[in-house]
């Protein structure tokens, strides 16, 4: 069964840092691998989905990576901001079209 | 606006007493889906729906049922709710019941305590 991780689960920066968030999944047989945004008792918002053929997607200070052969996905942020602050989620598409989630990497940008 | 609403967003009530929570999407997505969140275990998916009239069980969907009679709405019932069910419940829809270019949208959310 699809297992997806996520480390560090909390993470705190300076902001103007570049970073980046890891998330790991145990079966590579996945459709796509998917990153979204979750603020505090707010609902999540899709940041990118990268297909199973790509190995990079990007939208604006965000790059998300995938390699499936290691099972791994990495999300770098650029020149990060206060307003980055959030908890980051990824999950992968198994082989039935459902989402399989990782915890999350609860992400702090001190100013 | 392309949006998931859900209703009521907060919701006190006690051991026993039937409550829907309900769900809508106005963008003509096929699928739809309910999770719940609670801290340390992430999102569990409860039921998901691929079209009108067909629904699935998700990972966790003992003391929940589902319905899709039309395709914007998903409501989420809890016939005898209990304090475990006490959680933040999230629905979510997108687009294509098996697409893998389709992001899925949420809605805001809704906090459930069960006394």
């Known amino acids: 069964k699809q297992e997806v991780t996520q480390i560090p689960a909390a993470l705190s920066v300076p902001e103007g840092e570049n970073l980046v968030l890891n998330c790991s999944f145990t079966?590579?047989?996945?459709?796509?691998l998917q990153w979204f945004r979750q603020d505090p008792g707010k609902g999540l918002t899709s940041l990118l989905l990268?297909?199973?053929s790509q190995r990079e997607q990007t939208s604006g200070r965000l790059n998300a990576s995938l390699d499936k052969s290691s099972g791994r996905s990495t999300l770098y942020i650029a020149a990060s901001q206060p307003g980055d602050s959030a908890t980051y989620l990824c999950?992968?598409?198994?082989?039935?079209?459902?989402?399989?989630w990782g915890a999350g990497t609860k992400l702090i940008i001190k100013p | 606006e392309a949006q998931v609403t859900q209703n009521p967003r907060y919701l006190i009530t006690v051991t026993g007493k039937k409550l829907t929570v309900t769900c809508s999407q106005n963008?003509?997505?096929?699928?739809m889906s309910w999770y719940r969140q609670d801290p340390g275990l992430g999102l569990r998916q409860i039921y998901y729906?691929?079209?009108?009239?067909?629904?699935d069980k998700g990972d966790v969907p003992e003391g929940y049922k589902v319905s899709r009679k039309e395709k914007r709405n998903f409501p989420l019932i809890l016939e005898s709710p209990s304090p475990n069910q006490t959680s933040l419940y999230f629905c979510?829809?997108?687009?294509?019941?098996?697409?893998?270019?389709?992001?899925?949208?949420f809605g805001p959310g809704t906090r459930l305590t069960v006394l």
């Open positions: 963008m003509n997505h096929e699928y």
């Open positions: 079966d590579s047989a996945i459709y796509n």
């Open positions: 999950a992968a598409m198994d082989s039935n079209y459902q989402l399989i």
């Open positions: 990268i297909q199973s």
């Open positions: 729906s691929m079209n009108v009239e067909v629904t």
């Open positions: 979510a829809s997108r687009g294509g019941r098996r697409s893998d270019t389709d992001t899925q949208y």
